[in-house]
């Protein structure tokens, strides 16, 4: 297993969550280099996710592993904040 196991849950076809997308690889990229996975999971194709997970907003970005679980809400584009949680 990778170091990091990270969930972004977003929805096809907005904008937000394609910047997300976008900004999340770019940081994983560049301040992890190789030691994460990242998984990505459109809730409007997978409404029980949603519910399992208790997701209310996207894009939701949840830090999985290593613990504590960690969530960050919104497009990623903060990254003082996203490598807080990192």
């Known amino acids: 297993m990778e170091d990091y196991l990270f969930k972004l ?12 997308i ?5 940081i994983l990229e560049k301040y ?3 030691k994460s ?3 990505i999971i459109d809730i409007s194709k ?3 996710i949603a519910k399992e997970e208790n ?3 996207v894009p939701l970005l ?3 592993f290593p613990l504590p679980e ?3 809400i919104g497009d990623l584009s903060d990254s003082t904040k996203l490598l807080a949680i990192l």
Do not use: D, T, W
Not at 9 to 20: D, F, G, L, R, T
């Open 55 to 57: 997701i209310f907003m």
């Open 22 to 26: 976008k900004n999340i690889n770019f």
């Open 46 to 48: 997978q409404s029980n």
């Open 37 to 39: 996975k990242l998984e």
């Open 32 to 34: 992890l280099n190789g």
């Open 70 to 72: 960690e969530r960050f």
């Open 9 to 20: 849950y977003v929805i096809e076809n907005s904008p937000e969550c394609a910047h997300a």
């Open 62 to 64: 949840i830090k999985k």
